[in-house]
Structures are given as C-alpha cells and as structure tokens.
C-alpha cells in the first residue's frame, strides 16, 4: 500500500489541510521553511498508522478529543481505500 494523500484534519497546528502525493513515484520528499509543519506531517503518519498517543502534544489548536488524521490509501490491485485515526482515550 502506499499513501496518496495525507488528511490532516484536525492535527497540530492544521485545520482541514491535505498533502496530495502521485501514486506513481517512487520516492516523496517533503520539504518547505522552517515552522511549515514538515515535523508535524510525519507525527501525523505514525499516528495514522499506531494510534494518537494518550496524551499528545499536537493538541495545541484543537482539544484531544477533536484530534483526526486520515489518509488515502493505493492497494497492490489498484483500490482505494480511505482511513481516519480519530484520538480516543484507551479503555
């Protein structure tokens, strides 16, 4: 699978922001001044993927329970699938 397009919705210092990637490349470099929320988008990637941490850092313009990343996501037979890791606190 590879990632076409990272939602960072509600995350960090981002309100409905997407970074859109071509599917066909095989290499994405991420780049832009300092303080443009590089850092950010990759904290957001691992949180897609292993959970928003209890008790997050990125909380910073939207409270804990409003914290959403999401994705879009190329499948090895051409699918799309589209993903969204809320923060939820763990029972």
Do not use: C, W
Not at 15 to 29: C, E, M, N
Not at 63 to 81: D, E, I, K, M
């Amino acid at each position: 699978m590879r990632i076409t397009r990272l939602d960072l919705g509600r995350y960090g210092p981002f309100s409905d922001k997407s970074l859109v990637f071509r599917p066909d490349a095989r290499l994405h470099v991420v780049y832009g001044p300092n303080e443009a929320g590089k850092s950010t988008a990759l904290a957001a990637v691992t949180d897609l993927l292993f959970g928003i941490e209890e008790r997050t850092n990125d909380n910073f313009v939207h409270p804990h329970p409003q914290l959403r990343v999401g994705a879009v996501l190329a499948t090895a037979s051409n699918g799309r699938l589209a993903v969204m890791r809320r923060k939820a606190r763990k029972q």
